[in-house]
């Protein structure tokens, strides 16, 4: 059986220097990355990742006192030293997967590389379908929405709608989600019924003319759209004057064998566009009233919430202690967070004992050295109107740029005291300076 999940404390109030000696404690454990000991050595291949992007790692680095260098860094991808011809120089090598995968072979005890092999089985939209399906059948879809894979599952979608029609999303016309295997909020697409039919069976058609060959991949539809997988939309969703949100929580695993996962004990409330006519509550931190320039920008996207498509100077966010907070006021007992976070937690746990086969045999295959490897994931889950989360995605290394939100958004006013990052960056810092510390106090007993 698969390790239970541990949460660890945060607090993203906290100054650099608390978190490094802190976070670990609450684990169960202390942090070994202490005061007088060796300190974390970074590897950054810098070149791998979009501007921007390793800004908070190393910030967490500059702000840990010594207790974490960077030991190296490459800015050109080629005629340059990579982390993986200099294996002696790091403890840790942040870098593409590529890159990751050809230091494999080079590491010895101590060290650790930012890529799990196998994890495609739940990043991947259409495997993380499949990787339930596998482990749970019928019961996945108590997990996830039900969906299906395109264009191999298109007829049993038809018959499964035909099957179920008298119990269809209520009233209001029916829609469907057609799903691109891409990140970032693109590949997404929100569609009535008879437009899901049509783009489903057009690419089916196409690719069928083509020839059925699984190298050929799925033929193209709107947009030059190429749908892996159509998805049940969550008509019920909970919103908050009158927005839809989504929840992200930070995950972080660090062995397949045996599967130890960190649940960071945060995370984010992405909130889209408001609905038409819809009132603001003063309960509710941070949401932007109706009238504002983001409810101009945003008009008729309030299906879904897209944090990529948002005006980021205007997009506003929630921590997830902003929202217990608000579940706790607006239901009179703290037990209504708790119990939707318990359900998150054993979603997260459910999905990771699907996969540990599969993450198990990758890394056989690739000759990874047992505890070389860890990932940083983002785990995303929509909320029904009865506290229920349903599990979206798994994305696979979050982004580490700093100000992915840049409203000027205080922390709520129940908190501890008012931050003066966004909710997203300082949850999302807080979140990676949890990740060096465990790393650093597994690093040092290895």
Known sequence: MPAPLVRWGSSALAPAEHMLRTLWLSAGGKCAVQDGGAPLRFWIDEYAFSEGETAILRENIEASGGAAVLAGETRMRTMSRKGYYAPSAWDVYWTSRQECYKALPYLGPGQRVSCLPGIAALTDKASLVETLVRAYGELAFSILPRSFLLPEGYWAWRLWREAHAACQQGPGEEVWVLKEDAHR???????????????ARRQGLNRGAQGSTEDQGPSQGLGGASYDMVQQYVSDQLTIDGRKFYVRAWVLVTAALPLRVYLFDGGVVPFGAPAAG????????????????????????????????????????????????????????????????????????LAFAAAAGELREEAAALRARPGTTFELVGVDFLVDRGLRPWLLE?????????????????????????????AFDAQKEASRMSTWCVLGGIISTL
């Open 278 to 349: 819809a009132a603001s509550s003063p309960t509710s931190p941070g949401v932007p009233k109706p009238g504002s320039s983001e409810v101009a920008a945003n008009a008729g996207a309030d299906l879904i919430v897209n944090l990529w498509r948002l005006d980021r100077g205007q997009a506003r966010t929630w921590s997830v202690a902003d929202l217990r907070v608000y579940l706790g006021n607006v239901t009179g007992s703290p037990a209504a967070f708790d119990g939707l976070w318990a359900a998150m937690q054993r979603s997260i746990g």
């Open 394 to 422: 798994v994305n696979a290394m979050p982004s580490l740029a700093r100000k992915v939100l840049d409203s000027g958004h205080q922390i709520a006013a129940s908190s501890e005291a008012a931050a003066p990052l966004d």
């Open 185 to 199: 909020g693109a590949g997404v697409h929100v569609l009535p019924i008879g437009e899901a039919v049509h783009e």
